[in-house]
């Protein structure tokens, strides 16, 4: 059963407008959640994370907003360029006993296509 | 300053042979983390190493096992390989508590024919 959902696996966004990538998850004790941005032939990159003590982390163009009721969390990129095309992988995580990292949860993944 | 660094970008098996995939971590990480990623879906956790010992692991068979050396390098080992192992293998390297900034490297395509 998959723990982390990215119900939509692409979404075409006009150049200089709002991108909205969403993720379900269904684990109450994740703790921390990431999104990561993966171009072909290359591995994933770290673009931006949260705490569940949050609602809400902003990083330039890129925020993330976290719903712990509704166990839902979204990036939102604003505006978007061409250059954001790639797949967007929604991460989870359960922080391991002593504080060390946990393994990441991945969902699926939303192939983003921004249209010049 | 070098990313993490995995070898070989591609290879491929036939059924039943043993496989051995190298990543070297980014400087100044110290844990190494194995993905298995199959074509259309995310990332699958295999297992972690820390202190060249084996930490967590993933839902996988002992047919996967790693180890990793006093240099923090990595090996993934893959024995009785299967159709299904086909799959892109990422390496990802971290410090121990550094806010789950892991760094992937760009992963060894492994088919099996």
């Known amino acids: 059963d998959q723990q982390v959902k990215q119900n939509s696996p692409s979404l075409s966004v006009q150049e200089g407008r709002i991108s909205i990538l969403n993720c379900d998850y269904t684990?109450?004790?994740?703790?921390?959640f990431l999104w990561y941005k993966k171009y072909p032939a290359e591995g994933p990159t770290f673009l931006i994370s949260?705490?569940?003590?949050?609602d809400k982390n902003e990083d330039g163009r890129f925020t993330v907003f976290l719903n712990k009721s509704a166990k839902h969390l979204s990036l939102h990129i604003v505006p978007s360029q061409p250059g954001d095309s790639a797949v967007y992988f929604c991460?989870?995580?359960?922080?391991?006993?002593?504080?060390?990292?946990?393994?990441?949860?991945f969902g699926k993944g939303t192939k983003l296509s921004v249209k010049p | 300053d070098a990313g993490v660094t995995q070898s070989p970008t591609h290879l491929i098996k036939t059924r039943g042979q043993q496989v051995t995939l190298r990543c070297s971590p980014k400087?100044?990480?110290?844990?190494v983390s194995w993905y298995q990623q199959a074509l259309g879906q995310g990332p699958q956790f295999i297992f972690q190493?820390?202190?060249?010992?084996?930490?967590q692991r993933g839902n996988f068979p002992d047919r996967f096992s790693g180890h990793q050396f006093p240099n923090y390098s990595s090996e993934l080992n893959v024995n009785a390989l299967l159709l299904g192992d086909s799959a892109l293998y990422l390496c990802?390297?971290?410090?121990?508590?550094?806010?789950?900034?892991?760094?992937f490297g760009s992963g060894t395509r492994l088919t099996v024919v």
């Open positions: 991460a989870a995580s359960v922080e391991n006993y002593g504080g060390s990292q946990g393994n990441l949860i």
């Open positions: 949260i705490s569940s003590i949050k």
């Open positions: 990802a390297s971290s410090l121990p508590r550094a806010n789950y900034g892991y760094t």
């Open positions: 400087s100044g990480h110290d844990t």
């Open positions: 684990n109450s004790m994740f703790d921390y």
């Open positions: 190493y820390y202190e060249e010992e084996e930490r």
